[in-house]
């Protein structure tokens, strides 16, 4: 809903008029990934590397062959808008597919999850700022072409610190996990 209705505002900050539709179509992504099966986490949670490798590669390999076809079929940028969408929509299938976990609606735990939910949110939006501040101030400023530029040099620079930080995290959160009960261990 935020996407949305920031859409035209967004749009006329950037002054580019393509973003309004662009971002249109992206608010599917949050919502589509609130669909996917809750129960992939219990691959890492259990150490179940070999689904979580086939969840993560099939998902990765299949969004961006269809991307690549999207691009050579319409060759426009909505080929990497409609590819991030399928990405999801093959997410959601695969996480089924995989897992044999089916969600139901359960509210008994609602107030317990909110209240680490909250915390994260706040963190979220507080990474998000700082991670999307230079975005803005150079997609404003300067051209399109520039902020390309940016974010190719700043996604080289983070490259190989974001992938040491996830294979520790992969190792990491299941272990801490499983010791969630035991608060002196």
Request: aromatic share 14%; with cysteine.
């Amino acid at each position: 809903v935020i996407i949305i209705l920031g859409a035209e505002p967004v749009a006329n900050f950037f002054n580019e008029p393509r973003v309004e539709g662009i971002l249109y179509w992206t608010s599917a992504v949050p919502l589509l990934k609130g669909l996917i099966n809750v129960g992939t986490v219990d691959f890492t949670k259990h150490l179940d590397f070999h689904k979580r490798f086939i969840f993560d590669v099939t998902v990765r390999f299949a969004g961006t062959v269809s991307t690549l076809v999207l691009a050579i079929v319409l060759r426009d940028y909505w080929a990497l808008v409609y590819g991030s969408i399928l990405r999801v929509i093959l997410q959601v299938i695969v996480s089924y597919v995989l897992s044999d976990f089916r969600p139901r609606l359960c509210l008994a735990e609602t107030r317990r999850v909110f209240g680490f939910s909250a915390w994260l949110l706040i963190h979220n939006i507080s990474m998000c700022l700082y991670n999307q501040t230079p975005v803005v101030v150079i997609g404003r400023f300067f051209d399109a072409q520039n902020l390309a530029f940016f974010n190719i040099a700043k996604e080289f620079v983070n490259l190989t610190s974001n992938q040491f930080a996830a294979q520790i995290r992969t190792a990491l959160f299941p272990g801490i996990s499983k010791m969630q009960d035991d608060p002196r261990r």
